[in-house]
């Protein structure tokens, strides 16, 4: 018999309601097991792929809102039929009745297990990367230019603050001269100042002793608006006059005094434009692309060396390193734990939060000896998609190196200078536009951002009951109740990205102690490539920046056969299948090898990339020696067979 090799998303589906019965047989017995896995079957022939990435989702973030205790549970608002008599949704209602009252409110004593198993079912294929169409690529172009089109409106109102600032501090100190520690009322408009006043003085004590020009300058990984490939990125061809007028020429884009004397006459050709950022669109999953604006290579260069330096004085001042975060999600995930069994926590859900982080409001809070330095590496426009080029009112769009940084240290300002108390600001935990504040003071919290200009989503926002989510955690009553989404697309050929994202998936279901659908995955897997080494057979991980994945548990037909003894290692060593990233060779002149090898040589694992949704990564390179003619070459990973 000749093994299927494909992976139906149906059957997936069908696998987890398999699984779901075998917990809640009691409520979700086998007939309305049959029942519910016909309606999935026939929705699926007849809405394709939208039933699964559009419309169960759709139930689950009403259902996300209902746990929050903002709505009841309302299931035809969003297209769902109800159980006659009650609230609850005829699909799986079984289950939803483990969670709610037929009124829709949610139960005293809720299922928290159950919810994480609602919720895998309704948004396993909600991030699947399947192909996108021309107008949701223009809905995200055109949200890009209408958060531009909103920060326009603030214009005035950040220039009149700016302007009236001095007289604000002066007006203030004759009101306490006066009054002296008699409350007196003050105007909204006071306030407001009061809230910049506070922000800067904290940014202020946050930078004291911070110096801008010690950094230390690299590439990022990414695409340029330049477009220079990597190699080519040491070979300056025009470097913005702005940027040189703080961060001189020889002493940032030079590997010594010696590469200015031997380049002289080719860096006399160098030109001094600040050239505009450039719009790209990245693939992202079903829901559409993801918008990035691409730097200028000598921006960026510039760009990651001050964000880098940033992020690393932040996690370690005082003041900062127990409330904002770059490099660990942690806190904010353990935070969003306590605040779903406590509720003393509230989650925050900032919408298009690195387009709205208004550059006027930058110059307004950040201090004056730090902003001219933040200033000098912005791009000021960006080339979009069309050809047209976009004057940015923004401080940065993602893909800066700068982005995260500023847009985190702006939040956390401000929430910390609005706060009523020292308890307030204690509870406060940032990570880029993941926000926990205390409950008691989340509304005030939304109101205050959005006064700057900031877009609060508020029905991801979980200020209520239970139900709370922060970078990636998802919890309920104090259980982690995030689903398992399913990204990349199964295929019957044999592929690196795919043999290691299901591996990954496969061994998420049993973490769940989901068996049936971790077989039914493994299944598939041998189907296609044959023996897979599992987590008992003592692999390393990450050997030679050579990663071996493995799954959790393998019957012994399927395990790697092949085996030999090491006595080099004294060990047992498999044949096993790995990733393989090739490499890329580049003879680039000597005076840019020394400089690639001054900026990239005595690597850290801090890094930050301007992306918050890929965040900050451990690099593997770092387990090789440094060579300054080799480049990883990157989405052209293979699989490998060597000795583990």
């Known amino acids: 018999m000749v093994p299927n090799k494909s992976l139906d998303k149906f059957e997936l589906i069908a696998t987890l309601l398999r699984s779901a019965h075998q917990r809640y047989g009691v409520v979700f017995n086998t007939k309305q097991l049959r029942l519910t896995t016909q309606v999935v079957k026939r929705r699926c022939l007849t809405e394709g792929p939208g039933f699964l990435t559009k419309t169960l989702p759709r139930l689950c973030k009403h259902l996300d809102q209902a746990l929050t205790g903002t709505i009841k549970l309302n299931p035809v608002s969003v297209g769902f039929a109800t159980i006659t008599g009650s609230k609850l949704p005829r699909f799986l209602g079984e289950l939803f009745s483990l969670i709610f009252q037929k009124d829709g409110s949610v139960l005293p004593d809720p299922d928290a297990k159950c919810v994480r198993v609602v919720r895998t079912i309704l948004l396993v294929f909600y991030?699947?990367?399947?192909?996108?169409?021309d107008i949701q690529e223009q809905e995200v172009v055109s949200a890009f230019l209408q958060a531009e089109a909103d920060l326009s409106q603030l214009d005035a109102l950040f220039a009149e603050m700016r302007d009236r600032y001095p007289l604000y501090l002066k007006d203030r100190f004759t009101r306490r001269k006066l009054y002296g520690l008699v409350d007196h009322p003050i105007s909204p408009e006071m306030w407001r100042f009061d809230v910049i006043r506070g922000a800067r003085k904290v940014l202020n004590t946050l930078f004291e002793h911070f110096d801008p020009t010690n950094i230390r300058p690299r590439h990022g990984p990414g695409a340029v608006a330049t477009k220079q490939r990597l190699w080519d990125k040491f070979l300056w061809s025009n470097v913005s006059s702005r940027i040189t007028d703080l961060y001189p020429f020889d002493a940032y884009f030079c590997?010594?005094?010696?590469?200015?004397?031997?380049?002289?006459n080719s860096f006399s050709a160098i030109t001094d434009q600040s050239l505009p950022a450039r719009v790209l669109l990245v693939p992202k999953d079903s829901r559409g692309p993801r918008l990035i604006s691409c730097e200028p290579v000598d921006f960026q260069w510039v760009q990651q060396g001050l964000g880098r330096a940033i992020v690393e004085h932040v996690e370690n001042h005082w003041i900062s390193k127990f409330n904002v975060f770059f490099t660990d999600q942690g806190p904010n995930q353990r935070g969003a734990l306590?605040?779903?069994?406590?509720?003393?926590?509230?989650?925050?859900?900032?919408k298009e939060a690195s387009d709205r982080v208004h550059l006027e409001l930058v110059r307004l809070i950040f201090p004056d000896?730090?902003?001219?330095?933040l200033e000098a590496c912005r791009s000021m426009s960006t080339m979009l998609p069309n050809g047209q080029e976009l004057p940015l009112k923004k401080f940065a769009p993602m893909g800066s190196a700068l982005c995260f940084p500023i847009m985190a240290l702006t939040i956390w300002a401000i929430l910390t200078a609005a706060s009523p108390d020292a308890e307030t600001r204690e509870g406060i935990l940032v990570?880029?536009?993941d926000v926990i504040v205390p409950t008691a003071y989340a509304e005030s919290a939304m109101a205050i951002l959005e006064l700057f200009g900031l877009k609060i989503n508020r029905s991801k926002s979980c200020t209520r009951g239970s139900f709370k989510e922060s970078c990636g955690v998802d919890a309920f009553k104090g259980v982690n109740v995030t689903p398992v989404r399913l990204r990349t697309v199964w295929d019957e050929s044999s592929r690196p990205d795919v043999y290691t994202s299901w591996i990954s998936y496969a061994n998420s279901f049993w973490d769940r102690q989901d068996y049936a659908t971790y077989d039914y995955i493994v299944e598939r897997l041998h189907a296609v490539y044959g023996c897979i080494p599992d987590s008992t057979m003592g692999l390393s991980p990450i050997e030679e920046n050579q990663p071996v994945p493995c799954l959790r548990s393998v019957s012994a037909e399927y395990r790697p056969k092949r085996r030999r003894w090491n006595k080099h290692l004294q060990k047992v060593q498999y044949y096993v299948r790995g990733v393989k990233s090739p490499s890329v060779f580049r003879d680039?002149?000597?005076?840019?090898?020394?400089?690639?090898y001054f900026s990239e040589g005595a690597k850290t694992s801090l890094g930050v990339d301007g992306s918050h949704s890929d965040g900050c990564k451990w690099d593997q390179s770092l387990l090789l020696p440094f060579s300054v003619n080799r480049y990883t070459k990157r989405g052209t990973s293979m699989l490998v067979h060597r000795w583990r």
């Open 588 to 596: 680039i002149t000597g005076w840019s090898m020394l400089l690639r």
């Open 338 to 350: 306590l605040g779903s069994s406590t509720e003393w926590y509230s989650t925050l859900d900032l």
């Open 127 to 133: 991030k699947y990367e399947l192909p996108y169409t």
């Open 431 to 433: 990570y880029g536009d």
């Open 255 to 264: 590997a010594s005094s010696g590469h200015v004397c031997d380049s002289y």
């Open 369 to 373: 000896g730090i902003t001219p330095y």
